[in-house]
């Protein structure tokens, strides 16, 4: 499928597949290319349930507070308001195919794209609040 748009985001790639503005915010999907290492730090959606897809490579998932492994062909949920994160644990770029329920999430990726880490991390925040998304301080 050819990308609506391609975004990078935080040394990843994102295409997104099907826009929120093609379902009326109901969605959005989107591939997420990453790197070896690659992945958001830990974070919650207030308003955004996930479904992820691994399409290529390895990924570790944290779920409920713990680490799961997957690899291609497997599928991961998670619900607003859990604590979640994902990362490319594998020796190559892998692909996960995620589902985003609604698709405000997109516009959120948008705003975030032209960041750079460690540089603009309290406009990262900032943006994220907007949208419902914290970042939880590590476990002590």
Known sequence: MIPVKTLPILGSQVEVLISSEMTEGRS???????????GPPPHMH???????????GEYEF?????WVRGVAGETFHTNRGSVHTFRN?????????????????QHFLEEISPLTIPNDIPT?????????????????
């Open 46 to 56: 207030q308003n955004e349930d996930e479904t992820f897809h691994i399409v290529e």
């Open 124 to 140: 990262l925040i900032d943006i994220a609040a907007r949208y419902g998304i914290t970042f939880p301080p590590p476990p002590a």
């Open 28 to 38: 959005v999907t989107l591939m997420e290319i990453s790197p070896p290492g690659g």
């Open 89 to 105: 644990c594998g020796e190559s770029t892998g692909r996960l195919l995620m589902l985003v329920v609604p698709g405000a999430f």
């Open 62 to 66: 944290l779920v409920d507070g713990a």
